[in-house]
């Protein structure tokens, strides 16, 4: 039986993940798994991409079955920037790289952010592509611009695009056309080269793999924005249903037919990234898992189930702070970074790594729900239950508490659902499958969720999460 290989990049490791359709489920093969380990060079923190598309070829390479297809899926907002003979002009930046400090004003002074909002619908990060882009001395000499996904599948097969839900990430494209905002981009005095070209629906084929690759198979362009084929991979079955999906970064939101533009939803800073079939994510980037990735690093890497268990045993009553908050974007000694936050809202900072953890952990919970009441106003929806989708859905821990906050049923599964995802696409590109609808109920038919019913009340903790943060869940509704 062919198989569809997808290469599913993450911010902390890559894999190679073979998917086989058959009976109405997908079956997943990890064939080669392999670290993301970003270099600090002199002149900033950069992501070593020949190393991982090494690493994602040697997977290729693995399989002893034809491959029916290959698929690139990754994180959002970063990019390599290309000459006109398709020679990318330097290792891309690391989106937690510092160079964007004080690009958000920047562009501001351009564009005021009303207008930029009313435009692509994108939440203001200082990681966008549209700041990096603003710090990017090598711009100006840019013919073409390749977001990581881009640029991994055209050194697969030599021909580059821009696929729409990874475009959508980059604060410049029309959330309703989904074509380059080309007006904003000329305003911005951002050049116009690169973006001469709109991108590409998920489900493309762009070509054959290179023959000196050594691998037999077509490339196609999937959701390859990692959460926009996370997303077709949640086993939903209704409308009223928020997705979470959760790893080094969460992300919490809901599918919808259209963008929402309005004054409330910029307030809130509410994103709308593309998905398949134009349907629209409106959700939030909210810190995840990251700050418990950094916390381990610095510890000399234990385990994630040891740290879960120091979590569950620590005191419930650990102190609280916004896991958005800037001073956990850049890599560094995370545990100093959670005291000094607890400490400055005045409470006695987390003691030992257990209370530091569920620290975390339990602030994340807090800060779910807050998000999710926002897109509720935002959207006008009333959600009965989350799906949690991605790596975090195997702690169990975050589970539980994300449950009891929310006091909604959260279905935790399936853990690989961006792999899932891009397979799903890949199969329908190829004609095996049809609408979004036929790749959800497959979704449904190859995973089984673990259920997690809310089991405490979680409102006292949601209460003084608001109080000592200082944040406001919505405004008076006439």
């Known amino acids: 039986m062919s198989e569809f ?24 093969d990890v064939a080669h798994r392999f670290e993301n380990r970003p270099v600090r060079l002199p002149d900033g923190l950069r992501w070593n991409l020949l190393a991982l598309f090494g690493e994602a070829l040697a997977g290729l390479r693995e399989p ?49 952010p009303a207008e930029r909002y009313a435009v692509t619908g994108i939440q203001t990060m200082p990681i966008n592509t549209v700041f990096q882009l603003l710090a990017d001395a090598r711009a100006p000499a840019a013919e073409r611009i390749a977001l990581v996904p881009d640029l991994i599948a055209y050194w697969l097969c ?12 980059t604060g410049l494209l029309d959330a309703r056309s989904g074509t380059w905002a080309r007006g904003l981009i000329e305003r911005l005095g951002l050049p116009a080269a690169p973006f001469a070209g709109d991108p590409v629906e998920a489900g493309t084929t762009l070509g054959p793999v290179l023959a000196h690759h050594g691998v037999d198979a077509d490339v196609h362009a999937v959701a390859s ?46 994103t709308n990234e593309r998905g398949v079939d134009g349907t629209i994510r409106l959700l939030r980037n909210v810190m995840g898992l ?35 908050d800037d001073r956990f974007l850049a890599p560094g000694d995370m545990p100093v970074r959670v005291a000094a936050a607890c400490a400055e809202l005045g409470q006695a900072p987390p003691e030992g790594r257990g209370e530091i953890v569920r620290s975390a952990v339990v602030s994340l919970a ?9 897109l509720e106003h935002a959207a006008g929806a009333d959600v009965e239950v989350v799906h949690v989708i991605g790596g975090g859905a195997r702690n169990e821990l975050l589970c539980r508490l994300t449950a009891d906050m929310l006091g909604r049923p959260v279905l935790a599964g399936p853990v690989e659902a961006t792999a899932l995802g891009n397979v799903l696409v890949q199969a329908r590109t190829v004609g095996e499958l049809g609408s979004l609808a036929d790749m959800r109920a497959v979704a449904a038919a190859s995973t089984d969720p673990a259920v ?9 903790t949601y209460e003084r999460f608001l109080s000592v943060t200082g944040q406001i869940v919505k405004e008076t509704v006439p």
């Open 225 to 270: 924005h990692d959460t926009a084929s996370a997303f077709v991979a949640a086993p939903i079955r209704g409308r009223r249903a928020a997705i979470l999906s959760s790893g080094t970064w969460s992300l919490l939101g809901l599918e919808l037919d259209g963008p929402v533009l309005t004054d409330r939803a910029r307030d809130y800073n509410l």
């Open 158 to 169: 030599g021909e580059l695009a821009n696929e729409v839900t990874n475009a959508s990430t």
């Open 64 to 112: 002893a079955v034809p491959l029916r297809g290959i698929a690139v899926d990754t994180w959002g907002v970063d990019y390599a920037l290309l000459d006109g003979e398709g020679r990318v002009l330097g290792l891309p930046f690391h989106y937690r790289d510092a160079r964007t400090a004080g690009m958000i004003a920047r562009a501001d002074e351009r564009v005021p």
């Open 452 to 460: 997690y019913e809310p089991a405490g009340d979680g409102a006292a």
């Open 290 to 324: 990251w700050i418990v990735q950094e916390c381990r690093r610095g510890w000399g890497d234990p385990s994630y189930e040891e740290l879960t268990e120091l979590a569950a045993a620590a005191r419930a009553d650990v102190p609280l702070f916004d896991p958005d």
């Open 5 to 28: 290989a997808a290469v599913d990049l993450g911010a902390e490791s890559g894999r190679v993940v073979l998917g086989r359709l058959d009976g109405g489920r997908v079956t997943l």
């Open 366 to 374: 807090c800060k779910y729900r807050l998000v999710l009441e926002r």
